[in-house]
């Protein structure tokens, strides 16, 4: 019987809110791990574990950077701190810069699937002509030093190895929420919804809305794994549910930040 996915992103959705709902589905481990180990990337450790998230009990998948290429990507005070007030990261470091064609030259000589290859940079490929148009230029041209770079490639390698690895073969998701305000990052002071973000939903019809909770819930990472696994926006009339997987987010905002996938029939 063919498998079918059902993410419900009430509270967001992101690479590692993603990745780790598959791992509490099943997708296997050490699988993951040995893709992963095949891209030859350094700087960075990977941590799957339990943890508690406003109650429920999920699972976390952390891409930890050393120092050199930290982004602060889960730091709270860098992300929602008042202008001009935050000295903490140095925005003048140098940073990694991969364009489409080294990404998926990285890709390529992964240990992986075909289709999870496939699936991989059909993602990237989503992110760069978002990325693109949000600033006018071409897609050859987009460099993902602001999707973090290595983190940004293990995320989307690990998303895309971890959904292969179930067999799904239908992907349901009616809606994305994502939060209000603004956020920090490379460019500046963003509005939330980030404009990749906003593009993605304007390209592929992710439904998206907003809640009244401040901060950023729906990264472009986990707009483009929307995009690109999406098959269907509407719930069956009758299911049953045959598997629960949750994946907890980094960030602390006033809602449970999870991400729950449902197998169902």
């Known amino acids: 019987m063919e498998r079918v996915l059902y993410l419900d992103a009430s509270y967001g959705i992101s690479g590692d809110m993603f990745i780790a709902a598959m791992l509490d589905l099943g997708a296997d481990a050490p699988v993951l791990m040995k893709a992963l180990k095949s891209l030859f990337l350094h700087g960075y450790e990977v941590k799957i574990a339990r943890v508690k998230k406003a109650g429920f009990d999920a699972c976390d ?60 940079m059909k993602i990237f490929g989503i992110l760069a002509e978002a990325e693109a148009k949000a600033h006018g230029i071409a897609v050859e041209e987009v460099y993902f030093h602001e999707l973090g770079a290595i983190d940004s490639i293990v995320d989307v390698v690990a998303a895309a190895v971890c959904f292969d690895n179930l067999g799904i073969g239908r992907t349901i998701i009616p809606e994305l929420c994502d939060g209000t305000g603004t956020i920090r990052c490379r460019h500046g002071i963003l509005p939330v919804p980030v404009p990749a973000v906003r593009i993605i939903d304007e390209a592929y019809q992710l439904n998206l809305k907003s809640n009244d909770v401040e901060g950023e819930l729906v990264t472009p990472t986990g707009a483009a794994i929307a995009a690109a696994i999406r098959t269907d926006i509407k719930m069956p009339a009758s299911y049953l549910v045959r598997k629960v997987g949750i994946g907890a987010g980094k960030r602390q905002y006033n809602c449970p930040c999870i991400l729950r996938a449902f197998l169902i029939e």
Do not use: S, W
């Open 61 to 120: 998948f952390l891409v930890a950077l050393d120092d050199r290429h930290q982004n602060h990507d889960h730091d709270m005070e860098y992300l929602h701190g008042k202008a001009g007030n935050y000295t903490k990261v140095d925005m003048r470091k140098p940073c990694e810069r991969r364009n489409i064609k080294d990404v998926e030259g990285i890709i390529q000589k992964a240990d992986m699937t075909d289709p999870a290859k496939k699936l991989a």
